[in-house]
């Protein structure tokens, strides 16, 4: 099994940025893929971005394309998201997500794609 925690939300202006990570313990080895998505209060969760473990190739939601990046460092089984310029519809609970079962995406955009979840990060952006 895998544990993921998320870390790094806050309460931050309009225009400001945030680094979140999060960090994957227990079998470790088996990811193929993590992601990142959010889900605003009274809205379904969507996908923002995910990373191939092993290949590093990205993708990011056309939505948040531009100001969102995704990361990872595989020396620290973590996976990172940095938020550029950010508006008051990114408030949201961030999930991170791990993939270790193999499909056919290397970066699913689905939470179909994903076996396990982390407990989520608030982040709120004040306008």
């Known amino acids: 099994q895998v544990q993921l925690v998320e870390s790094g939300g806050g309460l931050v202006q309009a225009g400001g940025s945030l680094r979140l990570s999060c960090a994957a313990s227990g079998r470790t080895y088996s990811i193929y893929a993590m992601g990142w998505f959010r889900q605003a209060p009274g809205k379904e969760r969507e996908f923002v971005a995910a990373?191939?473990?092993?290949?590093?190739?990205?993708y990011v939601a056309d939505s948040v394309k531009g100001r969102f990046t995704i990361s990872r460092d595989s020396n620290k089984n973590t996976v990172y998201l940095q938020i550029n310029s950010l508006k008051p519809e990114d408030t949201a609970v961030y999930y991170c997500a791990a993939g270790v079962v193999s499909r056919r995406t290397a970066v699913p955009t689905t939470g179909a794609g994903y076996d396990y979840w982390g407990q989520g990060t608030q982040v709120t952006v004040s306008s």
């Open positions: 990373v191939n473990w092993s290949g590093g190739s990205t």
